[in-house]
């Protein structure tokens, strides 16, 4: 079974940092382009980073300069460091391959940046 499963989330104060991850499974991680995606009520669901297979980055330009995407190919993880963030970052963070597949998204894992 394909699973993704997102960790790292939390309450943080503007200007934090927090470190998210993904832990995903072997057969779509090694080959796929994978995605951070976040959402806020009310809003769709927006690709904030993406990576390729071999490390190509891309951000939005909310996130740029602040988030940092990687992967660790020999874990199956992915990862996203989020430093200086801000109240708008609030929002639940999920991963899946970019583009995505509905049949992927998993709980996701909050963040909140509040003081």
């Known amino acids: 079974q394909v699973r993704l499963v997102e960790s790292g989330g939390g309450l943080v104060q503007p200007g934090g940092s927090l470190r998210l991850s993904c832990a995903a499974s072997?057969?779509?991680?090694?080959?796929?382009?994978m995605g951070w995606y976040r959402q806020t009520q009310g809003k769709e669901r927006e690709l904030v980073a993406s990576i390729t297979s071999v490390g190509s980055t891309n951000y939005a330009d909310s996130v740029k300069g602040r988030f940092t995407i990687s992967r660790d190919n020999a874990k199956n993880t992915l990862y996203l460091q989020m430093n200086s963030l801000k109240p708008e970052d609030t929002a639940v963070y999920y991963c899946?391959?970019?583009?995505?597949?509905?049949?992927?998204w998993g709980q996701g894992t909050q963040v909140t940046v509040s003081s």
């Open positions: 899946n391959v970019k583009p995505f597949r509905s049949v992927l």
């Open positions: 072997r057969s779509i991680f090694s080959i796929n382009t």
